[in-house]
T-cell receptor, first 117, second 115 residues
Framework: AQKITQTQPGMFVQEKEAVTLDCTYDTSDPSYGLFWYKQPSSGEMIFLIY??????QNATEGRYSLNFQKARKSANLVISASQLGDSAMYFCAMREGEGTGGFKTIFGAGTRLFVKA | EAQVTQNPRYLITVTGKKLTVTCSQNMNHEYMSWYRQDPGLGLRQIYYSMNVEVTDKGDVPEGYKVSRKEKRNFPLILESPSPNQTSLYFC??????????????FGEGSRLTVL
């Protein structure tokens, strides 16, 4: 069954340090996309980064990078040089069925990140 | 401004009183979806739509209905709300196709309380 697992309910990081948020997934579909979204305390959902299952290189977007290990089925988010504004809930998500036209997206339970000054 | 608009943002209702949460997007996106967010469970997909008149169930469709009569609108209908439908609801849309990563654009959320 399709599943996204985020094993860290909460994490602390010192400002300016890097932090890795874990995400593992399970799917039998060979074609899928992996996403990370940020939810600040204000509640909106913000797209951060995308990795396609056939992409050879890890995705990067500014201070965000996705450490994609396909064989291990992991898609960890790395935030470099943490800022106070990075304090938020982070969700890993997977969209399956891209090869067949399906578009079901599932989310993990989330990791709440606290950045300390 | 490109956006997904949900209404109402906050609603308190009583068990059994039919309600509709509207969702509209101005980005000409084919794909639209509804999620509910509950503590410790992340976001769970209720229904999604690939295009006009094309809808499909997500993981938690029980107690909900949707329709997609126009490309821009995707209302969520609770015919007979129950307390276990108390939640934060998000509508989202995205492009569909190989030319897009298909990231979701979310509305601001609708907090629903069923007494």
């Amino acid at each position: 069954a399709q599943k996204i697992t985020q094993t860290q309910p909460g994490m602390f990081v010192q400002e300016k340090e890097a932090v890795t948020l874990d995400c593992t997934y399970d799917t039998s579909d060979p074609s899928y996309g992996l996403f990370w979204y940020k939810q600040p305390s204000s509640g909106e959902m913000i797209f951060l980064i995308y990795q396609g299952s056939y992409d050879q290189q890890n995705a990067t977007e500014g201070r965000y990078s996705l450490n994609f290990q396909k064989a291990r089925k992991s898609a960890n988010l790395v935030i470099s040089a943490s800022q106070l504004g990075d304090s938020a809930m982070y969700f890993c998500a997977m969209r399956e069925g891209e090869g067949t036209g399906g578009f079901k997206t599932i989310f993990g339970a989330g990791t709440r990140l606290f950045v300390k000054a | 401004e490109a956006q997904v608009t949900q209404n109402p943002r906050y609603l308190i209702t009583v068990t059994g009183k039919k309600l509709t949460v509207t969702c509209s997007q101005n980005m000409n996106h084919e794909y639209m979806s509804w999620y509910r967010q509950d503590p410790g469970l992340g976001l769970r997909q209720i229904y999604y739509s690939m295009n006009v008149e094309v809808t499909d169930k997500g993981d938690v469709p029980e107690g909900y209905k949707v329709s997609r009569k126009e490309k821009r609108n995707f209302p969520l209908i609770l015919e007979s709300p129950s307390p276990n439908q108390t939640s934060l609801y998000f509508c989202a849309s995205s492009l569909w196709g190989t030319s897009s990563t298909g990231e979701l654009f979310f509305g601001e959320g609708s907090r629903l309380t069923v007494l």
